[in-house]
């Protein structure tokens, strides 16, 4: 949308071309519906949130950032807040917002959108691109930017169908696995937590040999009946590349205190006839209460009384260092976003043309770039496929 919008407004006749029956499906499912489409940081902090591709995007974020996004979406009514983190959403909490703005500004520019299109195939003349070969038939284009996303939510429309292009062109596609996606775990436990959403914990990645940790966040998580989800869960996963050994996350389930600090109350609380059962419902979600006693050994009948230090001891282990077993993360079509794409060497960062083929343009996750949820996902759509869209008009104007 970015592409031909901005290509439009550069002086193109500008064709955009969707598979699906609307514009923008998966944007109207992000950040669960409320659309965290940009970040408060600078450029360095969203380079190191690509890392390590981020540099590749200097040249589309010195061209097309934040405030240029804002201004546009302001211009069509879009408010916007942030939030923890710096992250952006409208005032509205409405992912449907953005893109009916998008959608507006683009009947603006006179683009002409064609939905239930789908791309086969570009099509070049002397290895320079010439059109398109769609379901529907052909068409001339001077320029063509690709921006059919990654393998991630198919249900939207992202079917790797662009890199299946791009490499019948000779472009070189960097393996896509899964990035930002849940994680399984070996504790079959989980299932009974399953829905339960924890705000204000800490977990880190942890290799299972080492010891070494690759990644902690703060913030917010769920339990499925497979495993780990929600926020940081998300962001933790992309940091699984980082080990070469088997990995485990570690739940700090009260990081506000110290182990000190939690032997301190406990050695004040541990008087009387109260049972741990009871207690434990005092201190933590009723479903994550009732699995504590099994997890630490410790009946929940027990008195409080009569806990020993030992029993302490294996409690405060426990809230502090809830450890699960990662055996895999959830396939790519239920990733948020796609790790890999069209290889970045064969990409010019400050148009986004193919060094390949004169008059293709790439935009969006179909290039090998993804980062850690924060809005920095959709920024990078949106400054890489506005770059692309300006490219794209320049070049068809002064073509030879
Ligand atoms: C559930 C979910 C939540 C997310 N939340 C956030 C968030 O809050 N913040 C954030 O920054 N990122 C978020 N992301 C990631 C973000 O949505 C993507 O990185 C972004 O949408 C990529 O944009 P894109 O234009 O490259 O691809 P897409 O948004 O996937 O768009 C590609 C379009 O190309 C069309 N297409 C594909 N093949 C063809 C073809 N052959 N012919 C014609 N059309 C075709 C598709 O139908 C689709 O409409 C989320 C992702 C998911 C799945």
């Known amino acids: 949308m970015l592409a031909a919008g901005v290509a439009a407004a550069s002086g193109a006749q500008a064709i955009l071309l969707e598979r699906g029956p ?62 923890r983190g710096g992250r952006i959403f409208p005032q509205s909490d409405s992912a449907v917002e953005v893109a009916n703005a998008l959608a507006r500004w683009l009947q603006d520019m006179r683009v002409e959108v064609r939905l239930n299109a789908r791309v086969k195939e570009v099509l070049c003349t002397d290895g320079a691109v010439a059109g398109l070969e769609c379901y529907q038939g052909r068409m001339e284009a001077g320029a063509v930017v690709l921006a059919t996303g990654g393998l991630s939510y198919p249900g939207t429309g992202s079917t790797g169908d662009g890199y299946r292009m791009a490499a019948a062109l000779g472009h070189t596609i960097v393996p896509t696995a899964p990035a930002l996606a849940p994680l399984y775990t070996a504790e079959a436990w989980v299932a009974e937590l399953s829905g339960l959403t924890l705000k204000n914990v800490e977990a880190a990645l942890v290799g299972r040999n080492s010891g070494r940790m690759a990644a902690r966040q703060f913030g917010e998580m769920l339990f499925t009946h497979t495993g780990l989800s929600g926020p940081i869960i998300l962001t933790l996963s992309r940091a699984l590349r980082k080990l070469d050994e088997p990995a485990d996350v570690v739940l700090d389930l009260k990081p506000a205190r110290t182990a000190e600090q939690l032997a301190e109350r406990f050695r004040r609380d541990f ?51 809830l450890r699960l077993r990662i055996r895999g993360t959830a396939p ?19 148009t986004m043309m193919s060094r390949l083929v004169p008059g293709l343009f790439f935009a969006g996750e179909m290039l ?27 070049w068809v104007r002064n073509r030879p």
């Open 22 to 83: 609307m514009l923008g499906r998966k944007l109207r499912l992000t950040g669960k519906g409320r659309c965290n489409l940009t970040n408060a940081g600078d450029i360095e902090s969203f380079i190191r949130a690509f890392e390590p591709n981020g540099r590749f995007l200097y040249g589309a974020f010195s061209r097309f950032f934040r405030d240029d996004l804002l201004k546009l979406l302001g211009r069509y009514g879009v408010v916007t807040k942030t939030e």
């Open 332 to 350: 790519i079509e239920e990733a948020i976003v796609t790790a890999g794409g069209v290889c970045l060497k064969e990409v010019d960062p400050r």
């Open 368 to 394: 090998d770039l993804d980062a850690c949820t924060g809005g920095y996902n959709l920024q990078a759509a949106f400054s890489t496929g506005a770059v692309a869209g300006q490219a794209a008009a320049a």
């Open 271 to 321: 008087v009387g006839r109260k049972t741990f059962g009871a207690y434990l419902r005092e201190l933590l979600p009723r479903s994550l209460a009732a699995l504590f006693p099994s997890l630490t050994g410790i009946p929940a009948e027990t008195r409080l009384s009569h806990m020993t230090g030992e029993q302490r001891r294996r409690l405060i282990e426990h809230l502090k260092g």
